[in-house]
């Protein structure tokens, strides 16, 4: 690759076109398909609304390209439909014997070309690359002028997609300038063969051959190879074998370089030596996607593909390798680009890092008529042209969720016979064009089914506590000539089932706004991997967006916080995405009395085709009611794993701890070498337990944190997790009394979990409704304002000030660092009602203690009555009982006697 980069580096630096260092995306767009003499014109444009077809001479704007109007790169509002562009430009004298086309990456929608004030040509479409030939268009020696209209009026035929998100309007991918031969490569295929080790590849012609020439190949590992082009022809072949063939794979994603010449005109790409296949698993007939005959369980996310700023564009080349890297970073092994066909360069940089793509094509919201399909195919065919020579990229997806497929009849929404049967036909002319991939009719779901596809694939969102359940179901209808997931007429036959969507934001009555994703997903990956038959899953989503805040990184890109190191040491996503796991099945937390033996169901999956010795270290510590740690007991056993296996381990007997407490039973899984491959967890929570600390001078009095004697909060003040929380907005205080008696007190100290309360959308008298389609662009915008939500933490702390005070003597001054909730607020997710809603799920505090001065609690002694005080001065307050949080405790103080 180093070749390529340095052609990368002087097709953007070394062109008589003067650039400077600020232009927005100077790399070439193209790497698998790229000239060296280019002139990239992105940067700052002449801008106007204006609907008229006259070239205008006055421009209000200027425009940041490629960016669509309205994002905020671009500089512009989003004003009109309607908008011309111009810029002037000059073409390197080197370019004098050559033909200069002008091309433009994306452009939505109606878009119309003029060089030098003569019409060049015009494009319909919003996704996908188109170039004109400017040859003639040229003035020797002259600066020229370009100016393009752009028409991005809605139309209901037009691929829209989730555009609702940001509109990708006018101009949003590079625009620029190359030199090509007389006769040119217009674009090529190539067809690995790994299991011959040859390479086939395909240079289609921009045109029909002017006279008999050659077509040569020279790749990066020094092979090379010829072809003869006779004169008339449009299509050019080369076949070579390779010396000691180098595959592609995700843990060693290698590219062959390669040059393409015909003539004058030489163009440069790329390709993966990789196979995409379906292969059962290992001693079963079990259907799995496969990656050079082996098979991989995919996990994958769901990739909207957006950026705040930028909407469909992003700002940098780096921040689309980032994009990769963030879900390399967290164990996953592919992305769906979801709704919308990707830029040139992330793509490129999935290639390159090795990540696996599935890749939607946009849809429409109108009916399936006509225009809608004419323009299905026509986009279908140029995305698959554009994207052919990417190795990440293991199947296409035509149709999501059947939007855009129905017809309305009698006020009814109806997806027909008819339009079921030319979304089969458009399976099969996907396959026609590219018999290397796989392909899906429709990601479904709602009760629609596919027709005729490669995977089986299904979509569910739902709370955490009914994953076992539909596994279970979904695994017995697995079967050849099964309808289950099919419409009418169409039966399974032997795909790869997996799941194409899933998470709790749309498994709670209404959804979930911003709510701990970790907790649920946890209980998922646990169902899934006691689950063979399911080939993989992908998750809703890689990030948030305006909308939906179930991302695994914020909008901004910006991390979340899951919690799970805080459980384990060391622990993170990557433990839930790895070829190991210990599972304990979808649930993953239990309650007891005390002394009660609890059976915990163990499983071990091991997607791999490795066979081996393992071993399984198990610890159970906990902390009780008045913050000690105990740490109970640690075992270990051997396993042994089997290649692409899951298997039922003993189940392990847990004899409930005598106090009362919240435990942890952690899962630590290593080689032989002691390398850890696996961890994870499970909470036990000893409900009905003893109260007394171990020490016997130590005395533990608790107030239910609901029974405070007294309490203000002007700004407002209410209650969460089904009681188990208080809550006060802004500055105010709860008060608690604890019973106090006795002559041999040597000291007092206070405990409490406690954390900030900011002001939530749905805490507000005037929030915003939730009314409005969320995947058009419309609801709230807030994260918080839906019932069910409860925001993840983050690295945007809402911090509050606390007092503490005991019979008005001041003990502790502190700042409560945030508002969090994540996988540690296990008592606020185990409590919960499961009932498809959710009361401030997954939120928990901070354990804050102190010793209370003498002189406070002599005065109480007077009283009997030790009152304290938790006071906020700003930021809110919110505490904490012994079924809502992290810790099994209610407000308490601990008093040491003599």
């Known amino acids: 690759m180093k070749k390529l980069l340095l052609l990368l580096f002087l097709g953007a630096n070394s062109l008589a076109f003067s650039q400077k260092t600020t232009q927005p995306l100077p790399e070439h767009p193209r790497p698998d398909l790229l000239r060296t003499q280019w002139v990239n014109l992105n940067g700052s444009w002449d801008f106007t609304f204006d609907s008229t077809f006259v070239i205008p001479t006055k421009f209000a704007h200027k425009i940041q390209v490629p960016f669509p109007w309205g994002s905020k790169l671009s500089g512009v509002k989003d004003e009109a439909d309607v908008a011309w562009y111009h810029r002037t430009f000059q073409v390197p004298a080197a370019w004098d014997s050559k033909r200069v086309f002008l091309n433009i990456g994306a452009s939505d929608w109606h878009t119309l070309v003029y060089v030098n004030g003569k019409f060049v040509g015009e494009h319909k479409g919003g996704y996908t690359p188109f170039d004109f030939d400017v040859t003639s268009f040229i003035k020797a020696g002259q600066t020229q002028r370009v100016d393009i209209r752009v028409d991005d009026k809605r139309r209901m035929f037009t691929l829209y997609g989730k555009q609702g998100y940001g509109n990708a309007r006018g101009l949003w991918q590079t625009v620029y300038l190359d030199a090509r031969g007389a006769d040119y490569i217009d674009h090529f295929a190539v067809y690995p063969n790994i299991d011959k080790g040859t390479v086939l590849i395909k240079a289609y012609l921009g045109g029909e051959a002017s006279k008999d020439s050659q077509l040569s190949l020279k790749l990066s590992n020094g092979q090379s190879a010829i072809a003869l082009v006779k004169k008339g022809s449009t299509i050019a072949e080369l076949s070579l074998q390779l010396k000691k063939a180098h595959l592609w794979s995700l843990e060693d994603p290698y590219l062959y370089d390669l040059t393409l010449a015909l003539g004058s005109d030489e163009v440069h790409g790329y390709f993966g030596f990789r196979k995409i296949s379906v292969t059962p698993l290992p001693g079963s007939k079990i259907p799995y996607i496969a990656l050079n005959n082996k098979p991989i369980y995919v996990q994958l996310a769901l990739d909207q593909s957006y950026h705040p700023d930028g909407f469909y564009t992003f700002p940098t080349d780096a921040f689309m390798k980032d994009e990769i890297i963030r879900s390399k970073r967290i164990g996953l092994n592919g992305i769906r680009t979801h709704i919308k066909v990707d830029i040139p360069r992330k793509l490129y940089w999935a290639d390159k890092l090795g990540l696996l793509i599935m890749s939607d094509l946009p849809n429409a919201w109108g009916e399936p008529d006509a225009d809608m399909q004419r323009e299905s195919e026509y986009t279908l065919r140029e995305m698959l042209k554009r994207d052919f020579n990417h190795p990440a990229i293991f199947s296409w997806i035509t149709f999501n969720e059947t939007w855009g497929l129905f017809t309305h009849v009698d006020k009814k929404s109806i997806y027909t016979p008819e339009t079921q049967k030319w979304v089969a036909s458009v399976y099969r002319l996907t396959k026609s064009l590219d018999p290397t991939r796989l392909v899906e009719d429709n990601s479904v779901c709602c009760g629609r089914g596919h027709t005729e ?225 696996h961890r994870n967890f499970a909470h036990i929570i000893v409900e009905e337990g003893n109260l007394k600390p171990s020490n016997p001078k130590m005395e533990f009095v608790t107030v239910p944190v609901e029974r405070f004697s007294a309490s203000l909060f002007p700004d407002k003040q209410w209650s969460g997790v089904l009681g188990h929380k208080v809550n006060g907005a802004g500055a105010g205080y709860f008060e608690y009394e604890f019973p106090i008696s006795g002559s041999d007190i040597s000291e007092v100290r206070f405990m409490v979990e406690a954390s900030s309360k900011p002001i939530l959308g749905k805490d507000r008298s005037d929030a915003g409704k939730m009314d409005g389609d969320y995947m058009l662009g419309k609801g709230t915008f807030d994260p918080g304002v839906n019932p069910n939500a409860y925001p993840q933490t983050d690295v945007y702390a809402s911090p509050a000030n606390l007092r503490v005070s005991a019979n008005g003597i001041n003990v502790l001054e502190t700042v409560l660092a945030d508002d969090p909730s994540d996988h540690q607020g ?44 938790f006071e906020s001065k700003r930021g809110g307050l919110a505490l904490y009982g012994d079924q809502s949080g992290r810790y099994v405790t209610n407000p308490s103080i601990l008093i040491l006697r003599k």
């Open 453 to 677: 596809t490669d995977i089986q694939s299904w979509h569910a969102y739902q709370a955490g506590y009914e994953w076992d359940k539909l596994m279970d179901d979904q695994s017995k209808n697995l079967f050849p000539g099964s309808q289950w997931n099919f419409e009418k007429g169409y039966v399974q036959g032997s795909q790869p089932m997996i799941n194409s969507e899933f998470g709790n934001v749309w498994g709670y009555q209404g959804s979930t706004g911003d709510v701990d994703y970790s907790f649920d997903y946890h209980k998922a990956m646990n169902s899934f991997r006691n689950h063979p038959k399911m080939a993989g899953w992908l998750y809703t989503e890689h990030h948030d967006v305006i909308n939906e805040w179930n991302g695994y990184y914020k909008f901004d890109r910006t991390e979340k916080e899951t919690g799970l190191g805080a459980i384990v040491p060391g622990m993170s996503l990557k433990d839930l995405h790895g070829p190991f796991y210990v599972s304990t099945g979808q649930e993953i937390t239990w309650a007891g009395k005390a002394g009660q033996t609890v059976k915990i169901p163990l499983h071990l999956s091991s997607m791999t085709d490795l066979s081996g010795d393992l071993r399984l270290k198990i610890s159970f510590a906990g902390v009780t009611a008045w913050g000690e740690k105990q740490n109970h007991w640690t075992k270990e056993l051997p396993l042994h794993f089997a290649p692409w296996d899951v298997k039922a381990l003993d189940s392990l007997a847990v004899v409930l701890p005598k106090d009362k407490s919240v435990n942890t039973l952690s899962f630590v899984l290593t080689n032989a070498s002691g390398k850890v491959l």
């Open 826 to 869: 296990i008592l606020s997710w185990h409590y919960q009602a499961r009932n498809n809603k959710l009361d401030e799920a997954g939120t928990y505090g901070y354990l804050v203690q102190g010793l209370i001065p003498p002189a406070a609690w002599q005065v109480a002694l007077k009283t009997g009555k030790l009152v304290l005080r």
